[in-house]
């Protein structure tokens, strides 16, 4: 079955804290991966992506990503957040079809 | 460039009552994508459109939910007639096949 799974529903940091949100996911082929990001009343958007080639990715606002297909594993990171960078995260897998299989979500809280 | 465009934003209705949604996509995508996303989880897609065909509807309750695409743009997705587990956010989302997925605003129904 192809699904996707967060590890944490809920993370609230101070600014400037180091960021790890944790994915793993399965599914029986070659895989696309894609980290989105909701802002608070704004549309989902693309964060970073993976396809083939360098396993780290590196997205917007700072933002990257590991490819470890031994793990099945894609932990979104970053070395110091913003206040700014509230927002819900998901992790997300697309197939040969493109359809997008969305994890649940995490809901990241910086403290100013 | 313009976004997905959606509407309506909002959308209450009691049970049993028929509700209709409008998706434009960006102009020149040929793929079309409804998901429907309930509250504390991610986007579950509904049915993907490739031009005016549909390519995977096979997790759209087709007892009660419909959708076209007439003339491989705009798109209607309807739920007829609605229960109470319908309540959530609509996505509309639209990409060149095999590429980025833009989203649009989403319409947030209730039912009631």
């Known amino acids: 079955a192809q699904s996707v799974s967060q590890h944490n529903h809920h993370v609230i940091l101070s600014e400037a804290a180091s960021l790890e949100l944790g994915c793993n996911y399965s599914?029986?082929?070659?895989?696309?991966l894609f980290w989105y990001v909701q802002y608070p009343g704004q549309h989902l958007q693309l964060l970073l992506k993976y396809f083939s080639g360098d396993p780290l990715v590196k997205g917007i606002k700072g933002f990257e990503a590991e490819f470890i297909k031994s793990k099945f594993s894609f932990n979104l990171r970053k070395p110091s957040v913003q206040w700014s960078d509230t927002a819900e995260y998901f992790c997300?897998?697309?197939?040969?079809?493109?359809?997008?299989?969305f994890g649940q979500g995490t809901t990241l809280q910086v403290k100013p | 460039e313009a976004g997905v465009a959606q509407s309506p934003r909002y959308k209450i209705i009691e049970k049993r009552q028929s509700v209709a949604f409008w998706c434009n996509p960006i102009s020149g995508h040929a793929t079309l994508y409804w998901y429907q996303q309930i509250l504390g989880q991610g986007p579950k897609l509904l049915i993907q459109?490739?031009?005016?065909?549909?390519?995977?509807d096979s997790q759209l309750p087709k007892d009660r939910f419909s959708a076209e695409r007439l003339k491989g743009v705009d798109s209607t997705l309807k739920i007829q007639p609605a229960k109470l587990e319908d309540s959530a956010v609509y996505l509309c989302a639209s990409s060149i096949p095999h590429y980025e997925q833009y989203f649009g605003p989403g319409t947030r129904l209730t039912v009631t």
């Open positions: 997300v897998l697309s197939g040969n079809t493109g359809k997008l299989i």
């Open positions: 459109f490739q031009n005016n065909g549909v390519v995977d």
């Open positions: 599914y029986g082929g070659t895989v696309n």
